[in-house]
């Protein structure tokens, strides 16, 4: 079976070469390509990828503009009808502001550009991006990000935490988040937005392979269904 | 019409940039500055009659996010602003 992919390219967005690397080598054929101004996306997506960056330069807020562009009217469509979406990074600010994700990405607590590899704690392995991970396993991703300090208000964190919704944890206080919160799903367990990048995290040559275990099980979830 | 929106993290959301500055005036030998808070100023230069409702849905669509801000909209006098 051939898994479709696509990812979404706004302009400022770095990551989406390294995002349709790790979906190719997940999954074995390429993502399709989507532009920001394209008000449909392609037919029968299994995957929707929101790559990492710096999406209208960050201008406002962080994926404050992308939130608002024609693609994500149709993304927003595609995840309610239950088709998986990853934001990363920048992606994960644009679906916070867009309204998938709860909660918000404020400047790192101590306002410096975090870059480097991070430990985080897997808390979820219930939804199709993180199956295939062991529970509590520590995994090793890197960050890249000023604007990754997860912020939600108590009502909210209590929930997402009862639900079980946090799906990644840092183990270490990489940049303030509240409760050290690295990743979030939707209440519908197919939206997953994170910080740190798995799809740098691919290949030993650059410095592991934890983060494609999130690729493949995403592949593998849909073989399986 | 001009319209100013003042945008400040909501009271309990941390302020980085406000503790820096504080941090910095406080290194200048400024005493007395309890907190400082850094907002954005947006200047909206608008069509005269555009409701009140409409600036408030600007605000609300795009440019204060309701879960870390608050926004207060200003509205100024363009001949006083010019004089």
Redesign the interface.
């Given at each position: 079976m051939s898994f479709r992919a696509a990812v979404i390219t706004f302009p400022g967005s770095n990551c989406d070469r390294d995002m349709a690397v790790a979906l190719e080598r997940a999954a074995g054929t390429p993502p399709l390509r989507v532009w920001h101004a394209d008000a449909a996306l392609p037919d029968r997506l299994d995957f929707i990828a929101l790559p990492g960056g710096f999406s209208y330069g960050d201008y406002?807020?962080s994926g404050?503009?992308a939130a608002?562009s024609p693609v994500m009217r149709a993304v927003a469509k595609q995840a309610e009808r239950g088709v998986p979406v990853l934001g990363v990074c920048n992606g994960f600010q644009v679906l916070?502001?867009a309204g998938l994700l709860?909660?918000?990405l404020?400047?790192?607590?101590?306002?410096n550009f975090v870059c480097r590899d991070v430990q985080l704690k897997v808390e979820n392995t219930q939804s199709l991006f993180t199956a295939g991970y062991d529970k509590d396993a520590a995994i090793t991703i890197p960050v890249a990000h000023h604007d990754g300090?997860y912020?939600?208000?108590e009502e909210t964190l209590d929930r997402i935490e009862g639900d079980g919704r946090v799906a990644f944890r840092y183990l270490d206080a990489t940049n303030?988040s509240q409760r050290d919160i690295a990743g979030v799903l939707n209440a519908a367990g197919n939206v997953l937005g994170m910080m740190p990048h798995p799809e740098r995290a691919v290949d030993t040559a650059t410095g592991g392979t934890d983060g494609a275990i999130l690729f493949e099980s995403a592949v593998k979830s849909l073989a399986d269904a | 019409m001009l319209v100013r929106i003042h945008v400040t993290l909501k009271p309990g959301v941390l302020d980085p940039q406000g503790r820096a500055v504080h941090h910095s005036l406080e290194g200048l030998g400024f005493d007395g500055v309890e907190d400082v808070r850094v907002g954005r100023l947006i200047e909206l230069d608008l069509a005269d009659g555009t409701s009140d409702e409409t600036i408030d849905q600007m605000c609300r669509k795009l440019l204060a996010n309701m879960v870390i801000e608050n926004y207060r909209i200003e509205k100024l006098d363009r001949k006083a602003e010019a004089a």
């Open positions: 406002l807020r404050a503009m608002n916070t502001e709860p909660g918000a404020l400047r790192n607590a101590k306002q300090n912020f939600a208000n303030g | -």
